[in-house]
């Protein structure tokens, strides 16, 4: 979602002569580029996500995703992301709750094809700008967030129209090497999960 409203207001402001190239490469800037009406609309859409339509999930020192599910507490990749087919959206927040800098270890969340994660994961990882996303395979990405380091957070927002239910989706961090511990499904499903 971030990334679309990134994109429609940059390409709101461009020529229409751009290509979808630059478009990607903007876009995939950190969210200080966004102006301050397209924050103020982002932080408007927060406030109307239900809280069953949030998840919260942490990036320690470790290298795993931690997550507490029905009150336990559970390490990727022991653990699915349930969405419930109602939400519209769907928000992510990340926490780091380690002490190591994002340049050490590093943790981002991304959401796409679970067919497609090795091909993400492995070609990001020379895009530590871009977030560890290559501009190339942005089209296979249905919602990422930034790098967080420790005590940092941040958040993914998915639009839900784009997960097709027949289809098997993964979240995963892109930070080079992650993939391999921090990593999870994420199902679409009928009802909320408690
Ligand atoms: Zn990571």
Redesign the pocket.
């Known amino acids: 979602m971030i990334k679309n409203v990134v994109l429609l207001s940059i390409l709101s402001v461009l020529p229409a002569t751009l290509t979808y190239a630059q478009g990607a490469k903007s876009a995939a800037k950190s969210t200080e580029s966004k102006s301050s009406a397209s924050k103020k609309a982002d932080s408007k859409r927060a406030a109307k996500i239900s809280p069953e339509c949030k998840f919260n999930i942490n ?1 320690n020192d470790e ?1 795993h ?1 931690t997550a507490t599910i029905g009150s336990k507490p559970v390490i990727s990749p022991a653990f699915d992301i349930s969405i419930p087919k109602s939400c519209p959206l769907f928000e992510i927040t990340l926490t780091h709750i380690g002490k190591l800098p994002k340049e050490a ?4 969340i991304v959401i796409a094809e679970t067919a497609n994660l090795e091909k993400i994961a492995t070609g990001g990882s020379t895009f530590k700008d871009k977030d560890y996303i290559d501009p190339k395979a942005d089209s296979l990405v249905i919602a990422h967030s930034s790098v967080v380091g420790g005590g940092d957070h941040t958040t993914a927002t998915i639009d839900t129209t784009k997960l097709d239910p027949k289809k098997d989706y993964s979240f995963f ?3 080079p090497g ?1 993939f391999a511990l ?1 990593k999870g499904k994420v199902l679409l499903v009928d009802k909320p999960v408690k």
């Open positions: 990036g290298m995703y270890m590093g943790h981002n961090c892109t930070f992650h921090m």
